[in-house]
């Protein structure tokens, strides 16, 4: 299940509640404007009810942002649940960036690369969501890492949890670097370093057997 791109199935919205549907379309809005870039009566139109309604489920901007960082956050740490572990790395890999390089030059970026840029404008409350959703990605690539370590010829230049880190904050510059230049090349570059690191001779003797 592509979770970067379920929030773009608009058509589906509304058959669910109002609150659901806020939240759904303010996930679209964040990826595609950023926090700063949509008000409450962007919102109220495309739902099609009075702003007092927004205020009644989210009283303030930041309530309805704190609840969109927290439903993002949910569903990428279920997909992350999701990818199964018996495989090879490199394989497991794949399935992380496939919906990465699906979304990217697209008119959305991951929620939290784009809020990150507008951290000085966001609450604490939004702060420590943020930097839990960087720490579950960081942590899952530490692990896939480690795995990818126990079957290389040589080990990494760094310790498997410095190297997720780098090669995480590739991905989220890659996205948003997307934009800019109108190509993937900075995302395909980190997931590139990614694969690299978890495919050597003996990881791409094991993913041949497991073919």
Known sequence: ????????????????????????????????????????????ELVGVKTSSI??????KDDLILEAVKEYSRRITERLAGISSLRPVVDVARQYLD????????NQICLAGMLSTE???????????LKDFYHINETWLTRLLERGQKERDTPYPVPPAMLAQV???ALQNGLI???????????????????????????????????
């Open 1 to 44: 299940m592509n979770i970067y791109l379920r929030v773009d199935k608009v058509a589906t919205m509304k058959a669910q509640p109002v609150r659901e549907q806020l939240l759904e379309h303010t996930l679209i809005l964040i990826r595609q404007r950023g926090c700063n870039g949509f008000s409450y009566r962007d919102l109220a």
């Open 55 to 60: 205020h009644y489920y989210f009283p303030s």
């Open 99 to 106: 919906p990465l390089r699906q979304t990217c030059g697209s």
């Open 119 to 129: 951290i000085l404008s966001l609450p604490e409350s939004v702060h420590s969501v």
């Open 167 to 169: 090669i995480y904050g």
């Open 177 to 211: 670097a997307a934009r800019l230049f109108g190509t993937q090349e900075r995302l395909e570059s980190a997931a590139e370093t990614l694969l690299g690191a978890l495919c050597n001779k003996r990881a791409a003797a094991l993913l041949e057997a497991h073919a």
